[in-house]
């Protein structure tokens, strides 16, 4: 098919009416000739630029870069200039991409033919995505801590700044395994912390690798899957050198340990008195040394046993105990046994405990406890001694500056009422409980509160005491204090919450571009090209116009789409609360949809108050309720009237917006994880992009609230919106 000859007056009509922008410059840059595009793209009259430079009009930053590319635009080529900043009549200053081809030797052109567009959407777009990546990238690369990326193969691809820090490698270690880091003691659980991440799985282990001096560095590394879609491409990694916390840790071992061979060392006698002071109990040590059984003395009174001791200190403080319900703890010559004996005396809800020991033989170590002792109350850790029932006995001064109670505030305390309070985790409790009635050594990691109530956390280890004869006497807790660890380590896993977070959005947009965009433009462009070369008033240029304008809007949607994503992620931060009044939204949404909720002769049950308030942001929850009750509409049952329910649940902590309908369902086995995805469709019968659940989810993620669905194929589905503060 050859092209058909048109008149000089049928080529004018064709360019002066252009849609796009269409402009000669004479070989000083000057404009020549502009048609009546130039309106619509940069607001000017074609007049209002004849005869003017076109470099008065170039944003000043561009004008070298643009002068070289119209310089550069020669005979015989047709020459695409990358964008650069245009003024408008407006004073806006508009992105250009130009296409420029050179007539300056042609007669009847004498100039350079430069087609103009306003590509400056586009252009903040790319910008907008540049300036995001460059600044997840500076976090990543100046954290503090190790922060690598792998291969599924395991080997290093990128590290930053804090990794070179710790380990002292820079780029020589990349595409190296990293398995090569690990010390053997390490390798095998690296190894399978790989294994996991490349099936999807996260994990944390602590462990030692090797710098590149050779040298043991313990870190304690987060591996975790990088999910591109449903597949993994890659993992990420988190180290933190804990090498310091480790020494710290094995230095309290030591300490504890050498305490721990002292205490065994030990014994102590107990005894148990009721309220009529008869012996209810007492154990091996304290008959055994005595030279009696147990029998003589159990049910007899103390008093009774040995009268001798009426009027004594010990008499004294025991009949002080029973009074004021206050611990007492002292020492006493005893001359009918000539030794002197230290007391424990405690109170208890049918008697008095009273643990005592023969400290005459201990003189020749007195030397050597004192030492001890001035160690263990000078150290920044908290030291506390134990009895076997938990009750502090003694504590150093770094309990004292740790917790801000004294030592006679804490003794005869159990420690973990002493220091728990709201916020405690009751599971931690119940298992030091367990694990003092097993008597075995144990830490824990706890939030505890001090005596002006600052809340802070510690990190303890127990040691139990045994005497001679396996006996448990005492328990040794030497406790750390973690909260600025504690927060180091919710800080990063927060940021490494919030960078899978933020790669999963960017990535989501750039799939959105690439994939979404791609199709109409590309059909635009193939439409503009043959509909530029078909002849007017035939039926292929009229197919081919209509076939343009559903690009266009296939094109608009997605931009749409996009405009609505990125409002919710612009302003997810700054969403400020209103007072909101439920049911009035809710019936505006109803009204807006009624002629659709009449056509399907709907039925909708509201139980909201009619005066319930709640703090929000009400064009959320307008959008919410808009898409929920288009969704029913959508699927509804073609079996049944479509019926709606909207009802909201008050309690204690929350409330729970309840919105059913009795549609056709979704089977959740099926959608699983997709169900809020972007462009995620379950019925392809019904027209759809797939965007409502998703802009539901983000939108009410973005005022703190949460969602759930239960549903069903074919009876119906319910969507639960859980508010955390409900009523203004």
Known sequence: MTAQSHSPDFYEKLVLNSSEMITVLDADNIF????????????????????????????PDDVAFATDALAGITTGQSSLIPP?????????????????????????????????????????????????????????????DAVFSLTLAGKIKTINNGFTKITGFTSEIINAPFTDLAHPTFFSKVTQALTDA??????????????????????????????????????????????????????????????????????????????????????????????????????????????????????????????????????????????????????????ITVFFMDITKQKEVESELQKLSLVASKTTNGVVLMDAEGKIEWVNDGFTKLTGYSKQEALGRIPSELLQGPGSDPEAEKRIRDSYKKGVPFSEEVLNFKKNGERFWMHFEITPIFDENGNLTSFVSIETDITELKKKEEEAAMLAKDLFAHNRDLEQFAY???????????????????????????????????????????????????????????????????????????????????????????????????????????????????????????????????????????????????????????????????LFMLYKRFHSHVEGRGIGLYMVKNQAEAMGWSIKVNSNPGQGTEFQLFLNAHTA
């Open 32 to 59: 020549s000739f502009v048609n009546m595009a130039v309106v619509g793209v940069l607001g000017y009259q074609p007049e209002e630029l004849l005869g003017r430079s076109v470099l008065e009009f170039i944003h």
């Open 512 to 674: 959105i571009v690439s994939h979404n965009l791609r199709t109409p433009v590309a059909n635009i462009l193939g439409l503009g090209s043959l509909l530029s070369t078909t002849e007017r008033h035939t039926q292929q240029f009229e197919k081919a116009l209509s076939l343009l304008n559903v690009s266009t809007l296939q094109l608009d949607a997605v931009i749409k789409d996009l405009n609505n994503i990125l409002s919710v992620r612009n302003h997810a931060l700054s969403v400020t609360d209103e007072t909101v009044l439920l049911s009035q939204v809710i019936y505006e949404v109803i009204e807006s949809l009624r002629d659709r909720l009449d056509s399907c002769h709907a039925s909708i049950t509201i139980a909201v108050q009619e005066n319930l308030k709640i703090k929000a942001t009400k064009p959320y929850v307008y959008s919410i309720f808009y898409n929920l009750l288009s969704n029913s509409i959508k699927y509804r049952s073609s079996d049944r009237p479509l019926h709606i329910s909207i009802s909201l649940e008050e309690r204690e902590e929350y409330s729970i917006i309840r919105f059913a309908d009795n549609g056709i369902g979704i089977d959740l086995h099926k959608a699983g994880q997709k």
């Open 198 to 351: 490349s099936n999807g799985k996260s994990s944390s282990i602590k462990g030692k690798i090797i710098d590149k001096s050779g040298s043991a560095v313990y870190l304690s590394l987060t591996i975790m899957p990088v999910i591109v879609g449903d597949s993994v491409t890659g993992i990420q990694g988190i180290g933190k050198d804990i090498s310091q916390l480790k020494k710290s840790n094995e230095k309290l071992e030591r300490q504890a340990e050498r305490l721990n061979s002292i205490f065994e060392s030990v014994t102590q006698p107990f005894i148990v008195i009721d309220k009529k002071w008869r012996y209810a109990y007492v154990n091996k040590i304290f008959t055994s040394g005595l030279g009696k059984d147990t029998s003589y003395f159990i049910g007899k009174s103390i008093w009774e046993i040995f009268p001798e001791a009426i009027g004594s200190r010990f008499y004294n403080e025991c009949h002080e105990v029973v009074r004021t319900g206050r611990s007492a703890h002292f020492d006493e010559y005893i001359p009918m046994f000539d030794v002197t004996l230290t007391y424990n005396i405690y109170p208890f809800p049918d008697g």
């Open 84 to 144: 650069f900043r245009y003024r408008a009549k407006s004073g806006n200053w508009i992105w250009t991409l130009i296409t420029g081809s050179c007539f300056l030797e042609d007669p009847a052109v004498q100039g350079r033919i430069v087609v103009w567009r306003d590509v400056t959407e586009k252009e903040e777009a790319k910008q907008q995505l540049e300036a995001s990546e460059a600044h997840y990238k500076s976090l990543i690369y100046n954290h503090p």
